[in-house]
């Protein structure tokens, strides 16, 4: 990387006056709470999607390989569930293979003859703590992307409705018309992301109702994201979670 950069700065000495950075990079996405495809059309690096892909995979493989438990608060995880559901969404199979491999008990179990181990399904009662952050960290990129009137974005994020109505680009702009219309835009920043900000409500062990305020630069915050997690309609465990109800006071 470094060698590449020293070879593109001798035909562009303007960028030779600081070295690169490399741990910037997911800084910034994780400071951001950039989305991937975000990060991507904002630098241009659409050519270069595959070395960014397989840089965060590096990252999250490294973060999650050498920090021991016992030194991991609340926003260290927070970083991992950010990095994996991010990597997950792009290509769920980059981390499972990896995952695979620190499992080596059921590969041998495979090989042996035993039957296929059937799709695997979120547990909450395993990692709660890392449950709750997943939770979080979604609201927190659906938030950023209708800050930034990414509607096309943010269907990505979201499960079809309570209703079993898709929530289209056009759905969530048509939902979001009037609170923009009353505020010049919606907050994304850290504070935005507050922990206090996001209220889980848990229904029974497999079902979570859950609230995210928005904030508003008045700081009235009356507009919130309604939505419900269902995981026992949920196959797949990189799939996102979250059921949109409503966006509304």
Same mark, same amino acid.
């Given at each position: ?23 910037g990079i997911a800084r910034?996405?994780? +400071?951001?709470? %950039?989305? !991937?495809?975000?990060?991507?059309? @904002? ?5 270069? $999607?595959?070395?960014? *892909? ?78 709750v952050a997943r939770l ?15 509607? +096309?974005?943010? %269907?990505? !994020?979201?499960?079809?409705?309570? @209703? ?5 680009? $056009?759905?969530?702009? *048509? ?75």
């Amino acid at each position: 990387m470094y060698e590449t950069f020293n070879s593109y700065a001798q035909a562009h000495p303007w960028v030779s006056h600081e070295n690169i950075h490399p741990k910037g990079i997911a800084r910034e996405i994780w +400071e951001r709470c %950039a989305s !991937f495809g975000e990060y991507v059309r @904002d630098y241009g690096l659409q050519r270069s $999607e595959g070395v960014l *892909l397989r840089y965060l995979s590096q990252t999250y493989k490294a973060m999650q390989q050498s920090v021991p438990d016992g030194f991991r608060d609340d926003i260290y995880q927070e970083m991992l569930v950010f990095f994996r559901t991010m990597l997950g969404h792009i290509d769920s199979s980059l981390v499972q293979q990896w995952e695979e491999l620190l499992a080596p008990v059921a590969e041998d179990a495979h090989a042996s003859g035993a039957a296929a181990p059937k799709p695997r399904r979120l547990d909450p009662s395993r990692d709660r703590r890392g449950f709750v952050a997943r939770l979080r960290m979604e609201m927190h990129r659906l938030v950023r992307a209708l800050a930034r009137r990414d509607y +096309e974005e943010a %269907a990505t !994020f979201v499960r079809d409705g309570l @209703d079993h109505e898709p929530w289209t680009a $056009e759905r969530f702009a *048509l939902a979001m018309l009037d609170f923009f219309a009353n505020h010049a835009q919606l907050g994304q920043d850290p504070s935005a992301r507050a922990a206090h900000l996001t209220h889980i409500k848990e229904l029974d062990a497999r079902t979570f109702q859950v609230t995210q305020t928005l904030c508003d630069p008045s700081g009235d915050n009356l507009w919130a994201l309604h939505a419900m997690v269902e995981l026992d309609d949920i196959d797949e465990v990189d799939a996102p979670l979250i059921r949109l109800e409503r966006i509304g006071a």
